[in-house]
């Protein structure tokens, strides 16, 4: 029954050694997001997907990277992963326009060696 | 800019009541609040899109002030099931990004 699911829950990486998280989605939804969420802190968000049109924050590093190949699926690339990266990493889905509510995915808990 | 709640922390027991507040600078759009347990993902509660709007459904409920800047929500009777970080997000218009509150982490004791 999961609509936004992410993968892996858990995932250990090295200091420098690049690591892919994911996203699919079965709600169709055209919007996807990625937030960072460390503890006890709001979401933050990285960058977000209008359709196929990409949406960087101002403040998101260029370590992070985005593809999003189809609807469904949408990857976060983590290039260099530092210690200050290690956090939760959620992925949200939406309906464009319409004040929708954001669907989110049971996230991917990162942690660096 | 990020919204601000209160309080930051609140413990209740249960059957108590409880308001959190979140406040803007500006005028918003939109505002919608979410609930988080530890460890899992936000779950969408409202959303309240005109000024002066008051929605609800079981017992939560939320208010919109006439201004769009200030939202407030409101639990009664609070249950066990209620305890979580609740934050709120606001909408610019014509934007599709939510920017979430500071957070208000609740706690509900037997």
């Known amino acids: 029954d999961a609509m936004v699911i992410q993968n892996p829950r858990y995932q250990v990486t090295q200091f420098g050694k690049p690591v892919t998280l994911s996203c699919s989605q079965t709600?169709?939804?055209?919007?996807m997001y990625w937030y960072q969420q460390k503890s006890s802190q709001a979401p933050k968000l990285l960058f977000h997907y209008y359709d196929k049109d990409f949406n960087n924050e101002a403040d998101t590093p260029d370590n992070f990277q985005s593809r999003r190949p189809n609807t469904s699926f949408c990857f976060l690339d983590i290039r260099s992963p530092g210690l200050g990266d290690a956090a939760m990493y959620l992925c949200a889905t939406r309906i464009g326009k319409g004040n929708q509510p954001q669907h989110f995915g049971d996230g991917t808990r990162l942690s660096i060696l | 800019q990020q919204p601000v709640q209160s309080p930051q922390a609140v413990i209740l027991r249960e059957g108590e009541d409880a308001v959190i507040n979140c406040s803007s600078s500006?005028?918003?759009?939109?505002v919608h609040w979410y609930r988080q347990k530890h460890g899992e993902a936000p779950i969408f509660l409202m959303i309240l899109l005109k000024g002066g709007e008051q929605k609800g459904h079981d017992k939560i409920s939320a208010s919109f002030n006439e201004k769009k800047q200030q939202s407030s929500l409101y639990l009664t009777a609070s249950q066990l099931s209620y305890s979580g970080t609740y934050f709120c997000?606001?909408?610019?218009?014509?934007?599709?990004?939510?920017?979430f509150g500071t957070g208000t982490r609740l706690t509900i004791i037997p």
């Open positions: 500006k005028a918003l759009y939109s």
């Open positions: 997000g606001t909408e610019d218009f014509g934007n599709e990004k939510l920017t």
């Open positions: 709600l169709n939804h055209n919007v």
